[in-house]
């Protein structure tokens, strides 16, 4: 018994969507919801939540940038992998750990290797 036949029918439908998102982009909570036309950023954070750990997570993220709380590391060393544009802390920053650089890094579902982000 494959993982999506115990998924709830929306929590598939976001994993799906994670998993569109082409490595080095992002889409935020409410990226994904719009994108569904279903739901909202706290439904969408709940599913990656409860069943995120099978598709890339570190690709569905908080609207600010902000890396995962708890997953922090484990993160950051899959945008470093796939070259994520990340901007450096600001310095009264705790831990002083980079942020996403979601002007950049933002995926609008488009193509992902010739879009005009990464320019």
Known sequence: MGRMEELPEYAERVLEVAELIPPGRVMTYGDVAEWLDEGGPRQVGRVMALYGGAVP????????GTLLPGHELSALAQYRAEETPLRDA??????????????????DGGEGADDSAHI
Request: no cysteine; hydrophobic share 40%.
């Open 57 to 64: 997570w570190w690709r569905v993220v908080r609207a600010d």
């Open 90 to 107: 600001p310095r009264s920053a705790d831990g002083r750990l980079p942020r996403l650089d979601m002007r950049r890094a933002r995926w």
